[in-house]
């Protein structure tokens, strides 16, 4: 079983819309939680962060915890073409981060 | 620039010679990560530094790779008698490690390496 576990997708969602990314963790010892999103040929960019249960809100992105339940999500509002990227989600529990493959998400004009 | 950098961004090799990568971290970060990510993957954590101290290396990793951080600043990756399947972007990430489990990190632009 892997660490982190994602759906690849590929997630497509119309302009304006709202797009949802899940992420499940094996580790119940994980204690922080990130969003990364990476364009092709680039570097992970880190979105968010969360430690918490609960909501996150930053601008048009909320993490959403739920420890557990062993998941993770990440909503994306009012979703832009800018917005096209693989989002990776990242677990740390305590000694390293683990990555998830990452789903690839499209935003169609 | 305040952010991690590194060097080369781009690395073309033949199979069997040796590669030296390195990596400038956020200035005050105390730890150093290294991964490695090929296409369609996540990045695989590779090992890392606190400080100076190379505290965890992963079980993937050969013995034809190594890492230093001499004086826990910058660190270089270097990899021995490369193989096409070295072929990769190799990341690195810094973060402050102050607190247990809360720490983020922040990655630099990358390292695409190609072994012909």
């Known amino acids: 079983q892997k660490e982190v576990e994602q759906n690849s997708g590929p997630l497509s969602v119309p302009e304006g819309a709202i797009a949802s990314l899940n992420c499940t963790y094996s580790?119940?010892?994980?204690?922080?939680f990130f969003w990364y999103r990476q364009y092709s040929g680039k570097s992970p960019e880190l979105i968010m962060f969360?430690?918490?249960?609960g909501d996150k809100e930053d601008g048009r992105f909320t993490a959403q915890l739920n420890k557990a339940s062993q998941y993770v999500s990440l909503l994306i509002r009012d979703s832009q073409p800018s917005d096209s990227a693989t989002y990776l989600c990242?677990?740390?529990?305590?000694?390293?981060?683990?990555f998830g493959t990452g789903t690839s998400l499209t935003v169609i004009p | 620039d305040t952010g991690v950098s590194q060097d080369p961004r781009h690395k073309i090799t033949k199979r069997g010679q040796n590669v030296t990568f390195r990596c400038d971290p956020i200035?005050?970060?105390?730890?150093l990560y290294w991964y490695r990510q090929t296409l369609g993957q996540g990045p695989e954590f590779l090992t890392y530094?606190?400080?100076?101290?190379?505290?965890?290396k992963s079980r993937l990793l050969s013995d034809r790779f190594s890492a230093e951080r001499p004086k826990g600043s910058f660190s270089t990756l270097e990899i021995q008698r490369t193989e096409q399947g070295d072929s990769a972007m190799y990341l690195c990430?810094?973060?402050?490690?102050?607190?247990?489990?809360?720490?983020?990190?922040?990655f630099g632009p990358g390292t695409r390496l190609l072994v012909l």
């Open positions: 969360i430690y918490s249960n």
């Open positions: 530094f606190q400080n100076e101290a190379q505290l965890e």
């Open positions: 580790d119940r010892g994980s204690q922080s």
């Open positions: 990242a677990v740390n529990p305590g000694n390293q981060f683990y």
């Open positions: 200035s005050e970060h105390n730890r």
């Open positions: 990430a810094s973060s402050h490690g102050e607190w247990a489990g809360q720490e983020t990190q922040y």
